[in-house]
Every structure is written in structure tokens, then in C-alpha cells.
């Protein structure tokens, strides 16, 4: 009585360092970027949200205690505007004063700290994401010997690597200042502004979809970090779906 073996499936290997052969769907940055965005800004407006009632609580327990020891003028003023609040809450199913920003595109309103601090926190994530593609991608290859070299390796091969395409148009004075365009960003491809709308509309669809380009602008910071760059990197948007990211490399002259 004989015995066979079962025959081993055969795998096909793959070229992991093979920047053009992808791993993935190239529209998974966009559903990345389009519940980062909003998932960054609740994050944010909680946490300013919960910092401020902190704030409130620990002023009105030094008023009300009856402890005056460290009270400011500035406290007391503080736990009386807040009581005052309290007392002029609308009741149930009042309509309240609507005493922030507004917006007519149908996303929440955001203020400038809370911006502020959705720029810091997206940038911060794209700033680690840029630095591993670049310790991952980079190994093997001449390192770049100058800052233009850098940014030609930003223009080219990580572009490529993460959008599929090239950046469209560098521009730089020689003093530290690089200007990148991609004419057809892939994060703001699918979005629009009707400028007969308004002016108002215009600005505040120009102002979200720039929130967009905050994590993509982490990535090129922490890219040209792991290249032994320190730079700045503002991204922003005068015309869907055209995106411009400003670098600006440590000691740069404008």
C-alpha cells in the first residue's frame, strides 16, 4: 500500500520594497482621510471641551468653598459669568442663541483654535507615517546629498508611492523655499465649491477642504525628517482640486 504526499500550494511572492507594486487599494487614503478629518475635529472640540469645564469647576469650588487663598480677581469674575450662564440656560425645547460660527455646507463650525489644534494633531500623525515610508523606501538607494535632492525624492518617489502619480510643478528660489503642486490632489478630487454660491460659501469650502491637506503635509515633514531635513510644510487650496504645499527648510531666506 502506497502513500502520497499532498502537494504544497504554491504562493506567488511578492516585492515588498517594490514602490509600484501597491498593497493595497489606492482609495483607501481617501476613506483614511475622510473620517480622519472629522474623527480629528470631535477628538479635538471634546478635549478643549472637558479642559473648560475642568477650568470652570476648579474656579467655582475656590469661590463657593469660601477659600479666597490664590483667588484672582480673575477667578471670581470667572465663576460669576459662569453661574450667571447657568441661571440664563434656555429650558427644554427653547431655542437657543446660536452664539458660534456658522456654516451653510452642513459641517460642524470650527473656530480657529480648534483649527489650530487639528493642524497639530493630523500633522503629528503624517509626520510618523512619513518618517517609517521613508526608513522602509528609502534603503538601497543613494541618500540625497543636498535639500533639492530631497524634495525631488518627495516630488517622485514617495508621490508616487502614496498617490500613484507625480507631483505636478516644483518651484523653489534656491534659499531653502520649495513650492510643490499637485494639480489633481487625490484627497480633494471628489470634492467641489459652487462659487456662484457666494463669497462666504467659497472661503469656508476652500477653508475645510485645507484641513484635508493637514496629514499629507505631516507625511513630507516627517519624510524629509528621516532624510536629515528640518523643515515646515503648509498645504493649502485656492482652487479645487488643486493642492500647493509650502516647504520651508530650516534657516531658509524668502
Not at 472661503?203 to 493637514?214: H, I, K, Q
Request: charged share 25%; proline share 6%; with cysteine.
Amino acid at each position: 500500500m502506497s502513500t502520497t504526499k499532498p502537494t504544497q500550494p504554491q504562493f506567488q511572492s511578492i516585492d515588498t520594497d517594490d514602490a509600484h507594486a501597491p498593497k493595497f487599494a489606492a482609495s483607501a487614503l481617501d476613506f483614511l482621510l475622510i473620517e480622519l478629518v472629522p474623527l480629528a475635529q470631535r477628538i479635538t472640540e471634546k478635549v478643549q471641551a472637558r479642559d473648560q469645564a475642568l477650568i470652570d469647576e476648579y474656579r467655582r469650588s475656590k469661590l463657593f468653598n469660601g477659600s479666597n487663598n490664590g483667588t484672582t480677581p480673575e477667578d471670581v469674575k470667572a465663576a460669576k459669568n459662569t453661574e450667571e450662564a447657568v441661571k440664563k440656560k434656555p429650558k427644554k425645547g427653547a431655542k437657543p442663541e446660536n452664539t458660534e460660527p456658522t456654516t451653510t455646507l452642513g459641517f460642524p463650525p470650527t473656530t480657529p483654535q480648534t483649527r489650530e489644534a487639528m493642524f497639530w494633531r493630523l500633522d503629528s500623525l503624517g509626520y510618523r507615517v512619513g518618517q517609517g515610508l521613508v526608513e522602509r523606501f528609502s534603503t538601497g538607494k543613494p541618500r540625497p546629498q543636498t535639500p533639492l535632492d530631497a524634495i525631488k525624492f518627495i516630488c517622485k518617489d514617495l508621490w508616487t508611492l502614496v498617490f500613484r502619480k507625480q507631483i505636478d510643478n516644483l518651484k523653489t528660489n534656491h534659499r531653502g523655499i520649495f513650492v510643490l503642486t499637485d494639480n489633481r490632489f487625490q484627497a480633494l478630487s471628489r470634492m467641489s465649491v459652487d462659487r456662484r454660491a457666494g463669497k462666504e460659501v467659497v472661503e469656508e469650502g476652500l477653508l475645510r477642504a485645507g484641513m484635508y491637506l493637514y496629514f499629507p503635509s505631516g507625511v513630507i515633514r516627517g519624510a524629509l525628517a528621516g532624510l536629515g531635513i528640518e523643515a515646515t510644510v503648509t498645504g493649502e487650496t485656492a482652487e479645487i482640486p488643486t493642492a500647493t504645499f509650502q516647504i520651508k527648510t530650516k534657516g531658509a531666506k524668502a
